[in-house]
Each structure stands twice: as structure tokens, then as C-alpha cells.
């Protein structure tokens, strides 16, 4: 698998060392308390889990090992004659916490090309599935194919130290990373276009052969893919498929296996799903609008609508940020460059001028703004992506990047099983009614 592999054990070890020291010295330390309505509530703001690759600050956004995505896009190796990151670039920096050389991301592309061929049983099971399946449960269902291939799976059951479970994994992740925009790319064309397939290019780089698989040549294009495959790679570790794809590769579950429990909940619509509820969102007021171009007095009214109707306006909010989304705004900059002119992309922008102070207005909503879902639908549009129910597989071929960077680390450190303890509510009623006793 090359050197990189050598110089993730080399800072794997390096951090170990000072992960134990830290638990040794100070691991007793409480970091917060947990309230009742922490426990009920899905958890939330619990600090309960370590995420080497990425950190999530609800003002600045989303840092991979420090770096903002407008560092990324100034820091990271392009493509010859592109503008945006190799997603290449951003895997080497989550594995190693470096910024990668041109050399780095080309020794990581060209070994994602020889890996990237997909066995023929992977194809069969996608096949065996009715043509209406959701794209994403193709996707699931060809990811737990490919777990024929596991090296960890077979290494675990020949017996192996586990001090060796990282290297298996990483053999794993990186073959699982090579492989899914082929398989992505196989459903979409079967899906969408008559199953007319497109043979991989391997001389190009791991986004521009996912778009040129998919039938799209446009280098402009490729160029955001690449920007999409990096924005959606990671959002450190709490989020629902980043979390899974943790759980279940804590019990020692494989890559494939874990990834796929990852992709399951990435196709939750309060989840990755998200993102096709956007565009649809869009398209049915400008549907019942009688309009492509609405004004912000129509888009305003028809956000007070939804609202009253008791939904959501899909796009804005987030768990954690309490600003704009980066991402959004990487997307819409890319916009601005290459189709300010495209009537749904001003559309999304009108949304964003309107929508924040209406839901602010409500005294409900803590995070008004834009998250990454409200405007990568309307860039897909634009190239002639069209078919929404396909843009949660791009999120995922995107995320594997982050998660299976992480599952790597958390072989590497050893990391214990996942399992936290749980109560009932009628232990709760008796906490609450004994602290009552004790406060009297």
C-alpha cells in the first residue's frame, strides 16, 4: 500500500503514547455533566467521544487537524489545470495531520487506482435488485458485497495480534475508498441511464474518474466533485454515520461492514438525505409559485407556510454551528465562479438573504443559517446531475474518506469497545425524587 501506511503508524504510535500518559495521569478528571435531558435527548453536547481527523467549533465551522476548508482549498494539491482539492490531499492530511505534497497525493491516487477494481459477485448484487431501489440501498447492499475482500475479516479469524488489527484495517479502508466510486457510478448508470456503463480511467484522479464514470466530462465538473468529496468528507465523530461506522467497527467489525452501518444512517432524512429534500423543497415553491425565478416577498411568504404547516425548512440549522456553514459558503463561492447566472442557484441565494432572520424570528431555532445541504443541489442541477434521490451516495462516497480515516486511528490507538451505560425512567423519577428529599 506504499509509504503512507509507515508514516500513519509512526504518528499513530506517537499519539498512543500520549493518549496513555493522559488517561494515566488524568483520566479521572470529569469533562462535563450529563443532564436528564442530555440522556432523553439524543445525547447532545455530551462530550463523550475522541475524533482524531476533524473538530467542529460552532462558530468557525468544521477544522480537519486544524485547517479550515478555505485553508484546505488555498493549502492543499490540486489537479493539473484544476482550482479545488484532490480529496487525496485531505485523506493523507486526516491519516498523518500533515499537509500533503503533490508526491503524496499522487502515490495515494495511483494506489487507489490499482485497487479500485470491483469483483463481479459486487455487480451481481446490485443487479438482483428491483430498478426502483433507493440508490442508497443499492449502495449499502454492494458495500456489504465487497465484504468478501476484507484482509481484516481473514487475518481476525487466522488469528492475528492485536497490535496488528490497524494495518488489516488500513489495507481494508483504502480498498473500500478505491472502489466506491465505481460502484456508485455503476448504480447511478443503471439507475438513470439504461445501464449503459462507463469503464474507469485510471490515469485520472480518484473525483475526476468518479465524474467520468458517472458520464460527466466537464472539467469544471470534476472540479466540483473534488470540492464536494472533500466539504462532505468529515464532521468530526458525534454526527449519526460517522458515529455508527465508530460503534460498529468498535465491536471489530470490519471496514465494510462498519461503513455500511455508517451509510444506513447516513440515509436518515434528518441525516445525509437532507440533501435531496432541499432541492425539492425549491422545486415545489417554485412548483406552486408558477415561477424559476421567485422574489424574496414570495419566498418569504412561502417559508412562514411551511413553517405554519408545522415542517422544517430543509437546509437551515445545524446541531452544533451557530453561523453560515463553510461548506455553504465554499459552494456558493464555486458558484459565483462558474453559474451565477443559473436561476436555482440565485434561487438558494435569495433563501439565504430571506430565511435566516423569518426563523431566528420564532425564538425556536438556535442556528438560523444555511447548513451544507442548502446549496449542493442546485450545483448538481446546474451540470445535469438531475436525479436527486442519487446525491446521498455522493455524501457517501465523500464520507468514507472520514470515517474509515478514523476508523484507522481507532485501531491504531486501540481504542476500547463503544458502550455506554443506559437507565430506565423509572430509575430517572428516583434520582429526581431522591436530589428533592436531599434538597430539602
Same mark, same amino acid.
Given at each position: ?74 493549502? $492543499? ?98 480498498? $473500500? ?86 451509510? #444506513? ?7 445525509? $438525505? ?34 405554519? #404547516? ?19 459558503? #465554499? ?110
Amino acid at each position: 500500500m506504499g509509504y503512507v501506511k509507515d508514516l500513519f503508524k509512526q504518528k499513530a504510535d506517537e499519539l498512543g503514547k500520549e493518549i496513555k500518559n493522559i488517561i494515566d495521569q488524568n483520566g479521572n478528571m470529569k469533562l462535563e455533566d450529563v443532564t436528564i435531558a442530555q440522556a432523553y435527548q439524543g445525547m447532545r453536547g455530551i462530550t463523550g467521544l475522541v475524533t482524531e481527523t476533524s473538530l467542529l467549533d460552532s462558530n468557525e465551522g468544521i477544522r480537519f487537524r486544524g485547517y479550515s476548508i478555505p485553508e484546505l482549498r488555498e493549502l $492543499l494539491p490540486k489537479a493539473e489545470g484544476g482550482n479545488e482539492p484532490l480529496p487525496e490531499g485531505l485523506f493523507f492530511l486526516m491519516l498523518t495531520g500533515t499537509i500533503p505534497t503533490q508526491q503524496d497525493v499522487e502515490h495515494i491516487s495511483s494506489v487507489w487506482a490499482r485497487q479500485s477494481h470491483v469483483p463481479n459477485h459486487v455487480f451481481d448484487v446490485i443487479e438482483a435488485l428491483p430498478d426502483s431501489t433507493h440508490p442508497m440501498t443499492q449502495f449499502i447492499a454492494a458495500i456489504l458485497a465487497l465484504q468478501t475482500e476484507s484482509k481484516f475479516a481473514k487475518a481476525y479469524t487466522d488469528g492475528i495480534n492485536k497490535k496488528e488489527y490497524w494495518s488489516y484495517i488500513y489495507e481494508d479502508s483504502m480498498t $473500500l475508498i478505491a472502489r466506491l466510486p465505481r460502484v456508485a457510478a455503476y448504480i447511478y448508470r443503471r439507475k438513470y441511464k439504461n445501464g449503459e456503463h462507463i469503464h474507469p480511467n485510471g490515469l485520472l484522479d480518484w473525483s475526476a474518474n468518479f465524474a467520468h464514470m458517472l458520464g460527466f466530462e466537464e472539467d469544471s465538473f470534476k472540479d466540483l466533485i473534488r470540492l464536494y468529496m472533500v466539504i462532505h468528507a468529515d464532521h468530526e465523530g458525534g454526527n449519526v454515520s460517522a458515529h455508527a461506522t465508530h460503534l460498529v467497527g468498535s465491536a471489530l467489525s470490519d471496514p465494510y461492514l462498519s461503513f455500511a452501518a455508517g451509510m #444506513a444512517g447516513l440515509a436518515g432524512p434528518l441525516h445525509g $438525505l437532507a440533501n435531496q429534500e432541499v432541492i425539492r423543497w425549491i422545486e415545489e415553491m417554485c412548483n406552486e409559485l408558477n415561477t424559476n425565478e421567485p422574489t424574496k416577498e414570495q419566498i418569504a411568504d412561502y417559508i412562514q407556510a411551511t413553517l405554519k #404547516a408545522g415542517k422544517v425548512v430543509p437546509g437551515y440549522g445545524h446541531a452544533v454551528l451557530r453561523k453560515t456553514d463553510p461548506r455553504f459558503t #465554499a459552494q456558493m463561492e464555486f458558484a459565483q465562479k462558474h453559474c451565477p447566472t443559473d436561476s436555482t442557484v440565485q434561487t438558494v441565494w435569495r433563501v439565504y438573504e430571506v430565511a435566516p432572520p423569518i426563523l431566528e424570528s420564532t425564538g425556536k431555532i438556535k442556528n438560523p443559517w444555511p447548513n451544507v445541504d442548502a446549496h449542493s443541489g442546485a450545483l448538481l442541477k446546474h451540470f445535469g446531475l438531475v436525479e436527486e434521490d442519487f446525491y446521498t451516495v455522493l455524501f457517501g462516497v465523500s464520507r468514507a474518506l472520514g470515517v474509515l480515516a478514523s476508523l484507522c486511528w481507532d485501531r491504531a490507538l486501540g481504542l476500547a469497545i463503544e458502550r455506554p451505560k443506559s437507565v430506565t425512567t423509572e430509575w430517572v423519577k428516583n434520582f429526581i425524587a431522591q436530589q428533592t428529599v436531599v434538597a430539602h
